[in-house]
């Protein structure tokens, strides 16, 4: 079983470009999550997906979007690239969201720099 | 504001015991996990709690009070691959996670 895997494991992106990270699990997890890991910060939450069709805002939505059009995919999309957007990509997914205790599961991230 | 504060960095020698830990300030609390991040890899998950005392598993135990907002991750016996970094985490009342920045543990054979 892969778990989760994201694409692509690092990327160089000119300012001002569109790119789609992308990321895949195979547990049918109902939860899915994008978060960001800066040197120093904690895992920030962009946005997250209760379940397939659904959508929601973390806490540093803005120059990104997702879409949840079933189970196992969750997209992000960058669509005007500028470099405080350079950082690592975590995707990761739950069995639930609301109920205790249930761990995420992490894909192994993708490296993203924009100049 | 919700806020989860840890050390940056903490040195131990292998063979020995290390405690990490870990403040929390969440708006409502639903459970706080502890995660283990080694360098250029993913956060795994190592315990959740949430209720009161200690969690045992293997070489790692976990403890919480609620009342005091304090958590702490035990390590004993430590290895050289339990260099990496630990990462704290606590549920909010929207159940949504609120990340530490990690301690990163540095162990000396």
């Known amino acids: 079983t892969a778990g989760i895997t994201q694409a692509p494991t690092s990327q160089i992106l000119a300012a001002g470009r569109s790119m789609t990270l992308r990321c895949t699990q195979d547990?049918?997890?109902?939860?899915m999550y994008w978060y960001r890991q800066d040197l120093g910060l904690g895992l920030r939450l962009i946005h997250y997906s209760n379940t397939a069709g659904t959508t929601g805002k973390g806490e540093v939505p803005d120059g990104y979007s997702v879409s949840r059009a079933n189970t196992d995919d969750f997209p992000l999309t960058l669509a005007s690239a500028v470099p405080s957007q350079t950082s690592v990509y975590f995707c990761?997914?739950?069995?639930?969201?609301?109920?205790?205790?249930?761990?995420?599961?992490f894909g192994p991230g993708t490296r993203l720099t924009v100049l | 504001g919700q806020n989860i504060d840890q050390p940056t960095e903490m040195t131990a020698t292998e063979g020995a015991i290390v405690q990490i830990n870990c403040t929390y300030q969440?708006?409502?609390?639903?459970?706080l996990f502890w995660y283990q991040q080694h360098a250029g890899e993913a956060p795994t998950f190592l315990s959740y709690n949430v209720l009161d005392g200690l969690e045992e598993k293997g070489r790692f135990s976990s403890f919480l009070s609620r009342s005091k907002g304090y958590s702490y991750l035990l390590l004993k016996e430590l290895q050289m691959k339990d260099s990496a970094s630990y990462l704290c985490?606590?549920?909010?009342?929207?159940?949504?996670?609120?990340w530490g920045a990690g301690t990163k543990l540095i162990i000396k054979p």
């Open positions: 969440t708006s409502g609390f639903n459970g």
């Open positions: 547990m049918r997890h109902n939860a």
């Open positions: 985490a606590a549920f909010d009342s929207n159940y949504q996670l609120i």
């Open positions: 990761a997914s739950s069995d639930s969201i609301g109920a205790g205790g249930h761990e995420q599961f």
